[in-house]
C-alpha cells in the first residue's frame, strides 16, 4: 500500500514538472502586448543592451538596458546619413554633386572605400560607401562638404540628437571610430534609426547586398552589404552594422512586413553569428506576436489648418509617412478611430517645420498613440490690402 501511494505520488510529481514549462511559455506569449510590458523571455541573452520598437508608431516591444551608454561603433553613421539625407531634402546637395576628398578625409583607418586624397565621386557613390561598407572616409568627406569640416557636423550631430530627445547619447566623430566621450544607448539608436526611416529612399542603399563603386575604371571596388541579414531575413533592408574592441559588435537592422516595420537594436554581441542570431529572433517575436493597422498611407491628406493673417488662409495637412497602430495579433481593429487636434490661434508668420497640433489615435475610448503634425510650408503674414479683400469678400459671401 505505501509503494502503491508513493508511486502514484511520484508520478503526479514528474507530470507538474512536465507542465511547469509550458504554463511558463504560454505566460511570456501573454505579455509584451502594444502598449504593455517587455516579454518576459529574453530575446537578446548575449547582448549588453537592446530594442525592439515599431517604427511607425515608436512603441517598444521589447527592450534590455535600453539606456545604459555604450560606444557604438559605426552605428554612428545612421546619425551621420540621417544629415546627409536632410541635407538631400534641403536642395543643400545632390546626389550627381561630385565631393573632393580631402587629405583628412582620406586618412581614415578602418572601413574605407579607400578614398585617395583629391579623388572625386558623387554624393551618390560616397553614400553607398557608407551604406554597404561603413566606409569611414566617405562619412569624413561628405561631413566637411554639407558642414565645412567634421567638427561643425559633429555639432549638427549633437544639435539632432537633442531635437530627437536622445537624452544619453553624446558624438565626437562621425564615423564611430573610438573615441573619450563618444557615447549612445540602444533605445538612442533606435529613435534616430526611425527618423532616418522617415526618409524612405535610405533603403535603396541599406537595403543593397552588393554593387560597385569606380565600376568603369582601372580600380574597381566591390561594395558588399556588411549587414548580411539583408540577405538572408526576408523583409530586412537595413539598416547599420559596427564593430570595435571596445563596443564588440552592433547593430541596428530592420524590416518590414505587410504594413509593419520594424528596428532590432543589439549593443555588444560576442561575435556576428550572435548578432544576426538574436536580432533575427527579435524580429521573428515581432512578426508573429504583431500587427500594424494603416491610419493614413504617404500622401493622404489627413486634414485643414487656418492661419490667422497669412498669406494663405489654411493649409492642407498631407501625411509625409505612413500613420498606424500597433496591434496584438487577434486584437480587433474595427474601433480604431484618429482625431486631428491642433493647436488654438495659429497665426501668421509660421515657419516650415513648425508644430501645429497632434494627431491623436484612439481604440475605444483609449489614446494608444499621437503624432505630432507640423507645418509643410512657411507661411508668411499677409498684407493689409490682401486682408482688405478676405474681409471684403467675406461680407459680400455672407450676404
Known amino acids: 500500500m505505501f509503494k502503491r501511494g508513493w508511486l502514484r505520488l511520484t508520478c503526479i510529481a514528474l507530470t507538474l514538472a512536465l507542465m511547469a514549462p509550458t504554463a511558463a511559455l504560454a505566460a511570456e506569449e501573454r505579455t509584451g502586448g502594444a502598449g504593455e510590458s517587455a516579454p518576459q523571455v529574453d530575446l537578446a541573452p548575449n547582448a549588453s543592451s537592446a530594442v525592439l520598437m515599431d517604427a511607425d508608431t515608436g512603441t517598444v516591444m521589447y527592450e534590455k538596458n535600453k539606456d545604459q551608454k555604450l560606444p557604438p561603433a559605426s552605428i554612428t553613421k545612421i546619425m551621420t546619413m540621417l544629415l546627409i539625407m536632410e541635407a538631400l531634402d534641403q536642395g543643400q546637395i545632390k546626389l550627381d554633386e561630385k565631393v573632393r576628398t580631402s587629405e583628412y578625409a582620406a586618412s581614415m583607418g578602418g572601413s574605407q572605400i579607400f578614398l585617395e586624397p583629391g579623388e572625386e ?23 566637411e562638404k554639407i558642414a565645412g569640416s567634421e567638427e561643425a557636423f559633429v555639432a549638427k550631430m549633437n544639435a539632432k540628437a537633442k531635437q530627437l530627445g536622445m537624452q544619453n547619447t553624446h558624438f565626437v566623430n562621425v564615423n564611430g571610430l573610438p573615441a573619450d566621450n563618444h557615447y549612445t544607448s540602444a533605445y538612442d ?7 532616418l526611416l522617415k526618409h524612405p529612399d535610405i533603403t535603396k542603399y541599406t537595403g543593397l547586398y552588393q554593387d560597385y563603386l569606380r565600376k568603369d575604371t582601372e580600380k574597381p571596388f566591390w561594395l558588399v552589404n556588411t549587414n548580411k541579414l539583408v540577405r538572408f531575413y526576408p523583409g530586412a533592408d537595413g539598416l547599420k552594422t559596427g564593430y570595435t574592441s571596445e563596443a564588440k559588435f552592433c547593430l541596428s537592422a530592420t524590416a518590414k512586413r505587410d504594413n509593419l516595420r520594424v528596428i532590432a537594436v543589439v549593443l555588444g554581441e560576442p561575435n556576428t553569428k550572435t548578432r544576426n542570431a538574436e536580432v533575427t529572433r527579435m524580429f521573428d517575436y515581432a512578426f508573429s506576436q504583431y500587427s500594424s493597422q494603416p491610419i493614413f498611407k504617404t500622401g493622404d491628406v489627413i486634414g485643414k489648418v487656418r492661419i490667422e ?14 500613420y498606424s497602430v500597433l ?15 491642433l493647436d488654438s490661434n495659429l497665426k501668421a508668420p509660421i515657419a516650415a517645420g513648425q508644430p501645429l497640433g497632434k494627431l491623436i489615435v484612439y481604440k475605444g475610448d483609449k489614446v494608444v498613440s499621437e503624432f505630432p503634425i507640423e507645418s509643410p510650408q512657411a507661411v508668411g503674414k499677409a498684407g493689409w490690402w490682401m486682408l482688405l479683400k478676405r474681409t471684403t469678400l467675406k461680407l459680400f459671401m455672407a450676404d
Open 327 to 341: 496591434l496584438k495579433k487577434g486584437d480587433a481593429g474595427e474601433d480604431i478611430r484618429s482625431e486631428l487636434q
Open 189 to 195: 539608436i533606435a529613435i534616430m534609426s526611425r527618423e
Open 121 to 143: 565621386m558623387t554624393v551618390e557613390e560616397m553614400l553607398k560607401g557608407i551604406a554597404l561598407a561603413s566606409g569611414n572616409d566617405a562619412s569624413v568627406a561628405l561631413a
Open 309 to 322: 493673417k497669412g498669406e494663405v488662409p489654411e493649409l492642407q495637412i498631407v501625411a509625409k509617412h505612413p
